[in-house]
């Protein structure tokens, strides 16, 4: 037989430690990617917060879009229809009960309050209110003579989860 005490190797214990350790770098490791906080999550997050920007602009851009026609409507054709509404009342009659906003991708509803002096604008992702609510924002008629459209908000309120779950508005 030969003599084993001068062969050279890895022990069984220096072989143990080291799987040990491995595995608690690999459990390291997956808290990070899928805990409450982790990568994944994270980047779940900042894509609702982008799809939500994304819908708000979209809506300030149709708000725009009717402000400068309104504009337009009054000043250069001196359309009577159009005379006789203030800039909030125009807007209101072009919203209605819902408007597409960047080709049908988010949809925009305007909700006047019972005074008729504030109302909200929500943006739905889909073709029709009965999509997800992603952004909010509450908007003023301003005095009676001018009609000026401001908004009452600072911010648009975005809408925490997009996936069919309850919503939730994080005040961003």
Do not use: H, P
Request: aromatic share 8%; charged share 15%.
């Amino acid at each position: 037989m030969r003599n084993l005490k001068n062969q050279k190797g890895v022990t069984l214990v220096a072989l143990v430690v080291t799987i040990i350790v491995l595995l608690i770098l690999a459990g390291i490791s997956l808290s990070l990617v899928a805990g409450s906080n982790g990568i994944m999550t994270r980047a779940v997050n900042a894509s609702n917060t982008n799809e939500s920007a994304t819908a708000a602009e979209q809506a300030e851009l149709k708000i725009a879009e009717i402000q400068i026609d309104y504009y337009e409507a009054y000043y250069v054709t001196e359309d009577a229809t159009v005379m006789g509404q203030s800039m909030v009342q125009y807007i209101e009659s072009k919203i209605g009960s819902g408007i597409a906003c960047s080709n049908t991708r988010y949809f925009m509803v305007c909700d006047k309050d019972a005074s008729g002096k504030t109302g909200t604008i929500k943006v739905y992702v889909g073709n029709s209110s009965a999509g997800t609510l992603v952004a909010t924002r509450k908007y003023e008629t301003g005095s009676e003579d001018t009609g000026n459209f401001t908004w009452a908000d600072a911010k648009w309120s975005y809408m925490k989860t997009l996936n069919g779950g309850n919503t939730t508005n994080t005040g961003v």
